[in-house]
């Protein structure tokens, strides 16, 4: 029920000095008078507090897969082209030479066995082309399908190169813990491979292992039991540290 109910109706009040007119109209001014100062009192209030108010945060942007910084970041890092040479074809790739001149450590860096960790360093490389020594010995010691993870792009990249040609590329020796190989060699790494192939010669396969991306070929007759074939050997990675070369 209003308030103003409980005023007397107009017709009642013939005279404003009647006995208890006064008093009724008086408490509603009043009343009202409250009211009015309260809500003024809040709207300064609340208009003060808007005023002191700090500015709005702008939320810290999130960077995604789709953004263009992230699209541009991608870009400067495009996969490897697996199907093309990275360099030209020597003109010849004769017996017992290798590319670039001199010594393997030169070209594709020390082995580092104390930095070397199996777990992560080594992967398996599979591919239906390839004819592995391994999966065609009875009792395999080794396994010719270990590689160190440097090694995948320019393996990958020559078994394309030489499926174009009809040829067929065949591992010998690849990651080796042990065994013939010498206490420096890369083969303890993974990071240096023994290669044959069919249906093109060594010296084609050679210029083909050299334009793959190898960081050292080596087409090799070895003085020992064993015939002639391809070691090649990679960095430990892209910006690996190498020896500097002797001056002439």
Request: charged residues 25%; contains cysteine; negative net charge.
């Amino acid at each position: 029920m209003s308030i103003l109910d409980n005023i007397p109706p107009p017709e009642k009040l013939k005279d404003f000095g009647e006995q208890g007119t006064f008093n009724v109209w008086m408490k509603y001014a009043v009343i009202t008078a409250v009211l009015v100062c309260v809500v003024g009192i809040a709207a300064c209030l609340l208009a003060e507090w808007r005023g002191k108010a700090p500015p709005p945060v702008a939320k810290e942007s999130t960077q995604t897969e789709d953004t263009p910084k992230a699209q541009t970041a991608e870009s400067q890092h495009p996969p490897p082209d697996l199907h093309n040479p990275v360099r030209p074809a020597p003109a010849t790739f004769p017996l017992d030479t290798n590319l670039p001149p001199g010594r393997e450590v030169f070209a594709s860096g020390p082995i580092d066995l104390a930095t070397f960790n199996p777990d992560t360093d080594l992967i398996r490389f599979e591919d239906s082309r390839v004819w592995f020594e391994s999966d065609h010995k009875r009792n395999p010691v080794e396994d010719d399908h270990i590689i160190h993870r440097a090694m995948e792009v320019p393996l990958k990249r020559l078994v394309n190169l030489l499926d174009k040609k009809g040829g067929k590329l065949k591992v010998h020796d690849a990651y080796r813990p042990t065994g013939i190989h010498l206490q420096n060699s890369l083969h303890r790494e993974g990071r240096a491979i023994d290669l044959t192939s069919e249906g093109v010669s060594l010296s084609e396969l050679a210029k083909l292992a050299w334009q793959a991306g190898f960081d050292f070929v080596l087409y090799e007759k070895p003085g020992r039991a064993g015939g002639e074939h391809l070691h090649c050997s990679v960095k430990r990675s892209p910006d690996a540290v190498l020896p500097e070369r002797p001056r002439n």
